[in-house]
């Protein structure tokens, strides 16, 4: 059973940085990509950034310049360097992995934007 759990959530100041880590049971090579998506309070989840197994990053349109998705395989972890954070940035961020037709999904960890 794949596990995803994830790390660094919290309560930020407008303007601030926040580092996200997902940390997953097995070798994070064995999906087909990893991902971070967010759902914000009455709004449905949405994709932040992905990275495929062959290396390719896709940010969405909201978080491009402000966000940068890693990930290391020696400690099967990825992680979501966010900076310049705003308050339309809280949300629960959840980690993803795709595995053929399965998806994957972590707890979700809190991110509150404000002052």
């Known amino acids: 059973q794949v596990q995803l759990v994830e790390y660094g959530g919290g309560l930020v100041q407008p303007g601030g940085s926040l580092r996200l880590s997902c940390a997953a049971s097995e070798n994070i090579f064995n999906f087909n990509s990893m991902a971070w998506y967010r759902q914000a309070p009455g709004k449905q989840r949405e994709l932040v950034a992905s990275i495929n197994v062959g290396g390719k990053i896709n940010y969405a349109d909201s978080v491009k310049g402000r966000v940068t998705i890693s990930r290391d395989g020696t400690k099967n972890t990825v992680w979501l360097q966010m900076s310049s954070l705003s308050p339309e940035d809280t949300a629960v961020y959840y980690c993803?992995?795709?595995?053929?037709?399965?998806?994957?999904w972590g707890q979700g960890t809190q991110v509150t934007v404000s002052s």
């Open positions: 993803n992995a795709q595995m053929l037709r399965m998806n994957y």
